[in-house]
């Protein structure tokens, strides 16, 4: 009773202790007594007093540290935590959160543009040295703990509580401009029930669209009424607005009872994008051309192994795929019983996630050639020298992000005929239930964060979703202008890429300096009833760290090599990307802050 007293983090006195706390305490330590020395020959009875002194407190934690294999206190008695309805529950919810769009749009570019199969070699090899072991981390210390990620770091050690603060601050910032693009989904899902569809032919007296494509047009345009530059007067877009409204209502009713309530929608978001693929699978393989897509990326190109930049890509992208250092899989885990088996559920989400990245690769690719045979084909019939029209060039053209999805994606649809509408709808469903299931994750952190702050104890969890969800909406609203695409595109760059990259890497060393991988060993096999084996164990300690600090590393010097802050504008007169500077990193260094901001 003494030892709760004292451990449990409220400030009771001494002298307030009755004579029944007394004996009560006298009577608990009797018993430890008794239980330390079957557990440990080295003690006797008579060391252990029956007294509530200092020394007591020592032995019972040295109880505590040989039953657990860590210095994890014990704690006062506190109401129980909520948890998932079943296993399956808890896997789905992780899964959806891992699977997202970035799986879709940006899994098969990077094979595109690295030697096509030749870049799986280095996705595996990064999955298991770097991604693996981190998802590991996150997982047994929100379930051990039962905490969120902004107070289970403070637990582990006071002065790691910046890793917690960094993740629920980034994903608050991903959460409000991800759900933008879920927004344009939502957008090009409600148009995709007309026939014919609206971006399948350009408008009359159009000159721009004439000068690219009907699908182009629609999104530049029609969707984003983009503006030429972040130079340029802003123009506020009320459709993108209202639709962001009604993504948020959707997260925030979905969130609004904790995993009560996305618990259950999460068996629709982690389950409908595959019965998609798959319809899409089995349409794109039966195309025409798709096999010279598939050819594509499953050919290796060795000679691309021994670019750097291919092993960066690949690390990169196993990091951001797995969504880690969000701080979703700690908030989720921390909601698990601590006998679960999280060594093993680690292994399993990672491994479906990169499969999945594999598969909608499949299919992705098997649409990239059936396009690419459409336009050779009508290159063939355009002009009457064929030398000048070459198969592989379409092939190649590398084509990623919202480009692939809502330009090259929508202009292949728009070629299945008159059943292009419903794929259109399936296609648009798959990306919303996808962008939502990670958004519910991402949420998650930063809702479970605030909920376990103890001034916030007693605010019921409905009054706190509705207000985060109320100010993201508001933030929000920054994307619905006509420059609102470019400042995604910065957000993106510089909310998602170097902070994460540095909380993983403050990840790795806090458990292998500040905690110990021995301990952690041990939490783990109290757990699991499994202890990691030596592999594991040596990427923990040296092998992780080391790679995650090669990548950080290696994306700041990419940074200062660049030396400017770059965005891809539209240019309507000219109807292409093209990059441009928002400003001079080389500014700082000569001393002009305020021109470099």
């Not at 009907?214 to 999104?219: A, F, K, N, P, Q």
Request: hydrophobic letters at 45%; charged letters at 15%; one cysteine or more.
């Amino acid at each position: 009773l003494l030892l709760n007293r004292l451990m449990s983090g409220k400030k009771h006195k001494l002298e307030s202790l009755t004579a029944d706390d007394v004996q009560a305490g006298q009577f608990e330590i009797a018993q430890e007594a008794t239980e330390l020395t079957a557990v440990d020959d080295t003690l006797t009875p008579g060391e252990v007093s029956t007294a509530p002194s200092v020394d007591n407190i020592a032995l019972l934690t040295k109880r505590e540290t040989h039953k657990t294999g860590s210095l994890k206190q014990p704690e006062a008695p506190v109401e129980s935590r909520e948890q998932w309805d079943n296993k399956y529950q808890y896997i789905l919810a992780c899964v959806a959160f891992a699977v997202g769009l970035g799986n879709v749009w940006r899994f098969p570019y990077l094979c595109q543009k690295n030697g096509g199969g030749a870049f799986m070699i280095p996705y595996v090899i990064m999955l298991v040295l770097e991604g693996i072991p981190l998802f590991i981390i996150e997982l047994a210390i929100g379930q051990r703990l039962r905490k969120g990620p902004l107070q289970v770091w403070w637990e582990l050690n006071p002065s790691l509580a910046g890793i917690g603060i960094a993740s629920f601050l980034v994903s608050f910032f991903c959460s409000v401009y991800y759900n933008t693009v879920v927004t344009w989904c939502l957008l090009y899902f409600a148009q995709s029930f007309n026939f014919p569809l609206p971006w399948s032919k350009c408008p009359e007296d159009t000159p721009e669209c004439q000068k690219s494509s009907s699908t182009s047009y629609y999104w530049y345009r029609e969707t984003l009424n983009i503006a030429d530059s972040l130079d340029s007067p802003a123009e506020f877009q009320w459709k993108i607005s209202l639709a962001l409204v009604v993504a948020w209502t959707v997260v925030c009713f979905a969130m609004i009872k904790g995993i009560k309530s996305s618990g259950k929608v999460i068996y629709v978001t982690a389950t409908l994008p595959y019965l998609v693929l798959t319809v899409f699978c089995v349409r794109g393989v039966t195309l025409p051309g798709s096999t010279s897509g598939l050819r594509t990326l499953l050919t290796p190109d060795l000679s691309h192994m021994l670019k750097a930049e291919v092993w960066l890509d690949a690390a990169t992208q196993i990091f951001f795929s797995l969504s880690l250092a969000f701080g979703g899989l700690i908030a989720m885990s921390s909601y698990m019983p601590e006998e679960n088996n999280c060594y093993k559920d680690a292994i399993v989400v990672a491994l479906i996630n990169c499969s999945t990245s594999v598969y909608a690769g499949i299919v992705v690719f098997a649409i990239i050639g059936f396009k690419a045979h459409k336009n050779y084909e009508d290159c063939l019939s355009s002009i009457s020298n064929s030398s000048h029209c070459d198969l592989n060039e379409f092939l190649t053209q590398s084509v990623g992000g919202t480009g692939l999805t809502f330009i090259t994606f929508t202009e292949a649809i728009d070629h299945f005929g008159v059943f292009s509408p419903v794929f259109a709808v399936l296609f648009f469903l798959m990306l919303m239930t996808l962008g939502f299931g990670s958004m519910f994750g991402t949420c998650q952190g930063v809702l479970t964060s605030i909920q376990d702050i103890p001034m916030f104890a007693n605010v019921r969890k409905e009054v706190i979703t509705a207000v985060v969800c109320t100010v993201s909406l508001i933030l929000a609203q920054l994307f619905a202008l006509t420059t609102g695409e470019y400042i995604l595109q910065i957000f993106d760059e510089w909310v998602a890429t170097i902070p994460l990259l540095l909380i993983a890497l403050a990840e790795f060393t806090a458990i292998s300096l500040f905690y110990g991988v021995s301990r952690f060993a041990d939490d783990i096999y109290l757990m699991c009833g499994v202890r990691p084996n030596i592999v594991m164990q040596c990427c923990w300690r040296a092998v992780s760290p080391v790679l995650m600090a090669f990548i950080f590393v290696s994306c700041l010097i990419s940074m200062i090599y660049t030396g400017d802050i770059l965005y891809k504008r539209y240019d309507s007169h000219l109807v292409s990307l093209h990059l441009r500077v928002l400003s001079h990193l080389n500014d700082l260094h000569r001393g002009h802050p305020l021109q470099a901001l």
